[in-house]
């Protein structure tokens, strides 16, 4: 069965720093493309942050550029988002999300972590 498990939300000022973790389960996690993405209130989801399947290729949204990371530890089947400089526009609830590089129709997604970036 498979699990995508996203936790290190949270309520933050603004210009500090989360990382969230996505622990994966179930599947071949090497054979898949691991991403952020972001849902505020109103919104429709979108893409926050991307990594190839061993790490050697990434892709961010022009607003996170520069103050995301995503990386990825395959042997602990983990992908993570290190977020600094955090703004109140960044406020979402964050969804991990594994999309075989193959197979698109394989295609899993956690609960969501919520971020709160507010004084």
């Known amino acids: 069965q498979v699990h995508l498990v996203e936790s290190g939300g949270g309520l933050v000022q603004p210009g500090g720093s989360l990382r969230l973790s996505c622990v994966a389960s179930g599947f071949t996690f090497s054979s898949f493309v691991m991403s952020w993405y972001r849902q505020a209130p109103g919104k429709t989801r979108e893409l926050v942050a991307g990594?190839?399947?061993?790490?050697?290729?990434?892709n961010y949204a022009d607003s996170v550029k520069g103050r995301f990371t995503i990386s990825r530890d395959n042997a602990k089947t983990t992908v993570y988002l290190q977020m600094n400089s955090l703004k109140a526009d960044d406020t979402a609830v964050y969804y991990c999300?594994?999309?075989?590089?193959?197979?698109?129709?394989?295609?899993?997604w956690g609960q969501g972590t919520q971020v709160t970036v507010s004084s």
């Open positions: 999300n594994a999309r075989h590089r193959m197979v698109p129709r394989l295609d899993y």
């Open positions: 990594i190839s399947t061993y790490g050697s290729s990434t």
